[in-house]
């Protein structure tokens, strides 16, 4: 069974600090979803990464691929409060079809 | 991507009840899964849900308990059954995307139904 750390679980911030969520697991992924879910509603997509190495950015966001494929990050520059929600992170690896996806991080961005 | 929904949204069930969830997708797709998430938490795969034939449930989890069926490419039903108040969580259907350049086992999700037992 493939475990996905991610951290941290919660994390409570003004509105305009950065912040940076990370995602690790022991093995390989074929590729790396980023997950944002808001209260009442389910996870929607923000972002994959395949390539070893790669950067992608979402206005905010940016998301990083480490070279060995095994972990993950997603940083979010001047926070706002429409951030809030639940953020995941899920790993595909290759031969299997699901998903294994992280505890979750809770971001809560106060005014 | 693909726009889901499932209904009901929420429901509140006493004990020993059952309740079916549907979950609809507006384009036929080959994998749909059904989630359980407690508030705040994490997604818990229950099963696969496979057009024509059984379900492959996750460890941890029956088909006695959690009976699914898969009539065709874009619907499918969760049952919850024998209910108890720890089977209160939040069950989501998902779909993996149509495919094309770029796709990778991304999933897209349904609003999620909140259950309640008392």
């Known amino acids: 069974t493939q475990l996905l750390e991610q951290s941290p679980q919660f994390l409570s911030i003004q509105e305009g600090e950065n912040l940076t969520v990370y995602c690790n697991s022991s093995s390989v992924f074929s590729s790396l979803q980023w997950y944002r879910q808001e209260p009442g509603e389910g996870p929607v997509l923000l972002v994959t990464?395949?390539?070893?190495?790669e950067v992608k950015k979402l206005k905010r966001l940016t998301f990083q691929f480490g070279d060995a494929r095994k972990d993950s990050s997603l940083h979010i520059t001047a926070a706002q409060p429409g951030d809030t929600g639940l953020y995941l992170c899920a790993g595909a690896y290759s031969g299997y079809s699901t998903l294994t996806f992280g505890k979750g991080t809770m971001l809560l961005v106060s005014p | 991507s693909a726009v889901i929904s499932q209904k009901p949204s929420r429901d509140i069930c006493q004990r020993g009840t059952s309740l079916t969830i549907q979950c609809q997708v507006d384009?036929?797709?080959?994998?749909m899964f059904w989630y359980r998430q407690q508030p705040g938490q994490s997604l818990t795969l229950i099963a696969t849900a496979n057009q024509g034939s059984e379900a492959t449930y996750e460890s941890g989890f029956v088909i006695d308990k959690f009976p699914i069926s898969r009539p065709n490419l874009t619907f499918s039903t969760l049952t919850v059954s024998n209910m108890s108040p720890e089977d209160s969580s939040i069950y989501l259907c998902?779909?993996?995307?149509?495919?094309?350049?770029?796709?990778?086992?991304?999933?897209?999700f349904g609003p999620g139904t909140r259950l309640t037992v008392l």
């Open positions: 990464v395949v390539t070893g190495g």
């Open positions: 384009s036929q797709v080959t994998m």
């Open positions: 998902s779909v993996v995307g149509s495919g094309g350049a770029g796709s990778y086992n991304e999933q897209f």
